[in-house]
């Protein structure tokens, strides 16, 4: 039996449900590119280009697809989608190296009397619980974090430290939210008289279904009028912004940068690269993908791959592009 910070490769590949070709007592301790691996680590392969790296690769074992097999002699971990392995494994390592806490409620916390909290749950220091919340069991809420009032956060939700979460906002089950996150301000809303903005207030919510993931420093406006709506197994990088009345559809996965201005509407199992932008009050549809740096300024009902903006090239070339662009004019 392996110990505490390893595994053997017939334990990894039941958990990862992958399909080994070699020695099941060989034990591993991690994860390593093709290139850096260590003689106790696990690889993958997952692309063509790296087949090169795979002959002079001195992991443990390779994840690969059964069409790459061949060209490995080692030590194999096979199936379908060895990306997906790599994942899991990934999932298996980390339960090796950081188990999880002991559930437990910091003495520096300060917990309204009138909030429920699972004695499953582990609240970090200098953490505040506002009134009328509830967490629930096997949460987990870093240190220095935030909850508003009328909160609930689902079973084994994790919230790491320093996370903002104002009033009345609803996370679901397994969810994961990290760091420096701020889920239900107020968003962009104003109305102007002789030159005076006077603010909209916001009385809508940010409902977060179950399984979504919110990377670090990320911000979630709640609804203006209505919510702002993120449906299950939604994925969000980091420095991403929705804005008001915003609402993702199930299974969509948005890359750091981004930002989705109010009350535009983005369908199921979509993806949005890097730095997308996308204005107001646009419908997408579903199985939409949007390369980085993308401009969407109406809505898309097609199901597709869609981009905007144009590749790096030589300064001097962009400026013969840029003369050309302006003499399209039909």
């Not at 400026?319 to 050309?324: E, G, H, V, Y």
Request: glycine share 10%; proline share 2%.
């Amino acid at each position: 039996m392996s110990s505490s910070l390893s595994i053997t490769l017939g334990e990894l590949s039941e958990k990862i449900g992958a399909i080994l070709k070699g020695d099941a007592d060989t034990i591993v301790t991690g994860l390593g590119s093709l290139e850096n691996a260590q003689k106790d680590q696990v690889s993958f392969l997952s692309r063509v280009k790296y087949l090169p790296d795979l002959k002079n690769t001195n992991a443990a074992a390779v994840i690969l697809s059964e069409d790459h097999s061949e060209g490995f002699i080692g030590n194999k971990l096979i199936g379908n989608n060895p990306y997906l392995l790599y994942a899991k494994a990934s999932k298996v390592f980390k339960e090796l190296v950081r188990p999880s806490e002991e559930p437990g409620i910091s003495k520096n916390t300060e917990i309204s009397n009138s909030s429920l909290v699972h004695d499953s749950a582990t609240i970090g220091p200098f953490t505040t619980i506002s009134a009328n919340s509830k967490i629930s069991k096997n949460v987990s809420i870093g240190s220095g974090s935030f909850i508003g009032k009328n909160v609930s956060i689902g079973s084994g939700t994790i919230i790491y430290p320093n996370v903002s979460i104002y009033d009345s906002v609803e996370i679901g089950s397994d969810c994961i939210i990290h760091s420096g996150t701020v889920i239900g301000s107020d968003g962009l809303g104003f109305a102007k008289e002789d030159n005076k903005w006077f603010k909209i207030e916001h009385l809508g919510k940010v409902i977060i279904h179950d399984e979504v993931e919110i990377g670090s420093n990320s911000s979630i406006d709640r609804g203006s009028v209505g919510d702002t709506l993120i449906s299950k197994n939604v994925k969000i990088d980091n420095l991403v912004h929705l804005a008001h009345n915003v609402e993702i559809g199930e299974g969509t996965a948005i890359a750091a940068r981004s930002a989705i201005a109010g009350s535009s509407k983005i369908g199921r199992n979509c993806t949005l690269a890097g730095c997308v932008a996308i204005v107001d009050n646009v419908k997408i549809t579903d199985e939409v993908h949007i390369t980085a740096m993308t401009l969407i300024t109406k809505s898309i009902s097609k199901s597709g791959i869609y981009s905007s903006g144009t590749p790096f090239m030589e300064n001097s070339d962009w400026k013969k592009s840029a003369i050309r662009f302006k003499q399209l004019k039909n």
